[in-house]
C-alpha cells in the first residue's frame, strides 16, 4: 500500500501514510478542510490523531 497523500510507500507506523506528516495532513483534510500544520508538529495536531478512533474500533 503506498501513502494516500505522496503515493510514497507506508511506514508500518503510519498506514497507510509514509511518514506522521502525511497522517496529519490527511487528518487535517477530513477534519476541517483547511486544517493547516504548522512546520513543527504541534501538541494539538497529536492529540487530533489520539481524539481519532481506529478503524473497526469496537466501542464505535
Ligand atoms: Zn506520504
Do not use: Q, V
Not at 24 to 51: C, Q, R, V
Request: with cysteine.
Amino acid at each position: 500500500m503506498s501513502c494516500p497523500n505522496c503515493n510514497k510507500p507506508a511506514d508500518a507506523k503510519y498506514r497507510p501514510f509514509c511518514s506522521k506528516r502525511c497522517a496529519d495532513i490527511d487528518l487535517g483534510k477530513w477534519l476541517g478542510g483547511e486544517y493547516t500544520l504548522a512546520d513543527e508538529e504541534t501538541e494539538a495536531a497529536e492529540a487530533a490523531i489520539l481524539d481519532h478512533p481506529k478503524k473497526g474500533d469496537p466501542l464505535h
